[in-house]
């Protein structure tokens, strides 16, 4: 049987809280007086620490939504995203900005960037804590990235191992040990 333990400390909780308001910064200047229109749709789980720190971040008065989807089992892709729980507001002709707290495969917000534009959401960006991914190859823009991470398996600030870390206001690598 393995247990899973803290390893080291990726980023510190002052380090995201930097990341952050330097990412809240960026929308405002792109979408100044704007904003009120800009739905933000934030990826559950995952997703919560992430979107309650931006959107405060941003400030006055903004729009949002989430949805929940999953495709992690243990520490690994099942390459297959199910959509848990959909959106209650209709994105049909919206700028819609999603937030996820990692991005590793680029599966999650490729398949849900795809899902949006069918619906009709006239602009589908990205928002993302964390960018995993160790080359570009992923065909597609990530418009706002909080810091690149190292492609180890992480939890804290959203991320979770089957359910468990994800309140950590910090990102650390785990361990699995034989027990
Ligand atoms: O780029 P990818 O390889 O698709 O991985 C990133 C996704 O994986 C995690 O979600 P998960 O499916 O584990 O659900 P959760 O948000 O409930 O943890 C994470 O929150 C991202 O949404
Ligand atoms: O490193 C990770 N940790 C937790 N969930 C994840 N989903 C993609 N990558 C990760």
Known sequence: MKRAQLGTTV???AQIS?????????IQQ?????????IFVGV???????????LRAIGGDVQMDYLRVGSYLNDGS??????LDDLRLDVTGKTVILLDEVIDSGLTLLWLKEL????????????????KRQTQQVAFPVDYIGASAPNDFLVGYGMDYNDHFRNLSYIA??????V
Do not use: N
């Open 11 to 13: 980023f510190t909780a």
């Open 18 to 26: 930097q990341m952050v308001a330097r990412v809240a910064t960026e």
């Open 30 to 38: 792109d979408y100044a007086d704007q904003i009120s229109e800009v």
């Open 44 to 54: 559950m789980k995952g997703a919560y620490l992430w979107m309650g720190d931006l």
């Open 78 to 83: 099942t390459g297959e995203v199910t959509l």
């Open 116 to 131: 949006l534009q069918a619906r009709g959401a006239e602009a589908v960006k990205i928002a993302v804590a964390f960018d």
């Open 173 to 178: 690598t785990l361990d699995l040990v034989e």
